[in-house]
């Protein structure tokens, strides 16, 4: 079957604006890169490319933006891990060299995570990251006479502080951004769903900085933190590697999830094991390898807002025998109590 013409197209004009980039013809392969681009937009490599020609012309402010539109195109494809990084490291150089530092920090950033020895990428980093914009604490109000008389406890609120994070296949990344803070001032404790960070100012205050409870189970044991010029540096090793995180940490939807579903399961005795049990007696399952209830707390634990109302309100309203992910179905009514074959449903009298 042969390819469709705008797709050769594309190609071919690519492949020219190769031999001309090689002949050192930097005008015609810009051009013959811009027509590969306008028959395929999609295609990160003609945009790396142009944005190399672009800088031997000396348009450097052109040649930033084609990389950064490359980063962005192949950020999401582990194929493509090589051109990412390239894209990142030659964005984060132009961008410095026109003095956007914000920006060329953070695809420096991105590109440390990826190869953390990369002697460019370090010194660019050193060079940048003294230059990027202050942070500017925003001042907490204070409390009104009728908050202060009121019964519910206060919530201690987070320190005000600007922070990043983004990620890779093995690591969430944290970036918290304090300057000057002596290495010996800071330190991190980790868990299997937090991280505490306790900063001693220069002024002899003491910050604490609380991330909890993360999205996803992290390894506490392999998690690392630096501190640097500019910020202090969190390496969050995934309990699952290659699980992607939508979220630094849970929602309030989340968070209340868990809460009704832990409530549930201590006034109504909840086993998933046994669960499991039944349904690999019934269906004849062999025994799994996993810990069964911790099966079912990860299914739980990763799945989206309508499985999870899902699951509280079948297992709850059944009794504990059955059990649904089909938020669609079980939202259309009460979900009945099923028991094992040869038994029958008791009322549950106090």
Known sequence: M????????????????????????YEQAESLYTQAIAANHTNSEYYLRRAQVRSKLGNLESAASDAQKAATLCADKSSLLRRYFKALHLHGKWAAELKNYDEAAESLRKAAVINPSHEDI?????????????????PVAEKSEEAAGS????????????????????????EIFIKRVQKDAASVEF???SVSVSVKMATGSEN?????????????GESTFEVLSTKIEIRLKKANSGNKWDHLEETDAQQLANQ??????????????????YAEKETKLKPSEQSVNELFQNIYRDADE????????????????????????????????VPPTDTYAKPYSS
């Open 2 to 25: 042969s390819k469709p013409a705008n797709e050769t197209a594309d190609i071919a004009l690519f492949q020219q604006g190769n031999e001309a980039y090689f002949d050192d013809e």
């Open 122 to 138: 370090k010194k660019l980093l050193d060079t940048v990251e003294p230059l990027t914009t202050p942070v500017v604490s925003e």
């Open 151 to 174: 019964s519910q406890p206060a919530v201690p609120a987070r320190p005000k502080v600007r922070h990043e994070w983004y990620q890779n296949d093995e690591f969430v990344v944290l």
């Open 191 to 193: 868990t299997e769903k």
């Open 208 to 220: 604490n900085y609380e991330f909890e409870p993360l999205l996803h189970s992290i390894v506490p």
């Open 260 to 277: 009704k579903l832990s409530l549930s399961s201590s006034r109504k005795g909840v086993s998933w094991d046994s669960i499991a049990a």
């Open 306 to 337: 309508d499985t999870r109302r899902a699951m509280l309100k079948s297992y709850t309203e059944s009794n504990g025998t059955s059990l649904s992910t089909d938020w669609k179905s079980v939202s259309k009514g009460k979900v009945e109590t």
